[in-house]
């Protein structure tokens, strides 16, 4: 058994049948000097150390004076296995290219397409370990992450085994952009579905799609849905990032597990998702690495749509893998609280993921990830900005 004792805090967000929304979103129960129990890679008990019980002398117990504990951090929504890098175009979009022309000019997303094919199989997983410790270090126990740069048979199915294989929630992101090699969007579709969708509906849990000008269309993205649906994996779509291109609709009518960007998203599709079941998933550190307009998150919680928060962790348009960065930008740009920036990362992202019986909260039954933050208010992982917050995890009931 491991005992974190003396917690100056414990935060944890409540309600699992559902996303959190409306008021409930910021409805976080705080527990002052604190203790977590875990018990293998489960949660035995919580709550005050004045009510802690007698313990056996087999107990590893962990001095937690001046932290904080929340749950384990939930990133749904990151693409790790990429090779390469783009620090050149950085560069570029630093002086005043744009991110859309670059893609346009076989650049961007198509850079990291010729990098990840030359990266292998033994090369993605080197990626993905190293982006997964990244992640840990700041706080994040269980990610998501897309595959998409592979776009060919070999190097997507790689991608989804690299993921499994660090630990992983992998997603299936055949449709993110058209390779070179194809001469137009549906002759790529032809063969992703006939030749790719078999073996990754066995790798992957849910499908993907960038549904954008320059991408893929409404009609190409429901082909590519429908089938994936039918091959039993989740539906996530990338949605409104620049432009209002119909998946708010789409998703809702699919029955989507969620709708991420959302930047580009006007009232009709703010009401359209707030009276549906699907999580608009925002990505504000995508939002300020491209310069671009912040995805409206508290009108989106007003109007009583679900939210969760993720990363984008990726080369091109978020290298950023830290959530605790992410909250700080839901409090100060997407005016989110605090503790609805915490449910959002946890239980509302472990929702995104299909996993929030076993995630997302500090409850009993509940799997022992544990976000030790080095702070005297857990509040500290929103106003913290970009500082060092996160001290230690436990992750599985094993202090790292
Ligand atoms: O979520 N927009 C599409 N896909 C990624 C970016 C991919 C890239 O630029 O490499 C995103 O922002
Ligand atoms: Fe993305």
Known sequence: MLLLRDLAQL?????????LRGAALGEIEVVDRAFVL???ETIAAVGRMSSLPALDDDVVEVDCRGLCAIPGLVDCHTHAAFGGDRVDEFSLRAGGASYEELHAAGGGILFTVRATRAAGGDGLREAVELHRSWMLREGTTTFEAKSGYGLDR??????????????????????????????DADAYLD?????????????AEAADVFLERGAFDASQARRYLEACRDAGLA????????????????????GARSVDHLEATGEEGIRTLAASDVTGVLLPASALFLDRPMPPGRTLVDAGAAVALATDFNPGSAFCES???VCS???????LSPAEALAAC???????????????????GYRADVTLLEAPDWRYLAYHLGGRVVARVVVGGELR
């Open 11 to 19: 935060a944890t967000p409540s309600g699992t049948e559902a996303p």
């Open 38 to 40: 875990c018990d293998g």
């Open 154 to 183: 070999d190097t997507e199915l790689a991608s989804l085994r690299a993921i499994r294989d660090a630990g992983g929630v992998p997603t299936w992101l055949g449709a993110h952009a058209v390779p070179p090699e194809f001469a």
């Open 191 to 203: 063969f992703a579905l006939a030749d790719v969708l078999p073996d990754a509906a066995e790798l």
């Open 235 to 254: 539906l996530r779509l990338h949605a409104d990032q620049f432009t209002e291109s119909g998946a708010i609709p789409l998703a809702v009518e699919l």
């Open 323 to 325: 959530l605790p960065l």
């Open 329 to 335: 930008l839901a409090a100060t740009q997407l005016h």
């Open 346 to 364: 946890t239980v509302n992202a472990a929702h995104v993921l299909g996993r929030a019986d076993d995630i997302g909260r500090l409850a009993p």
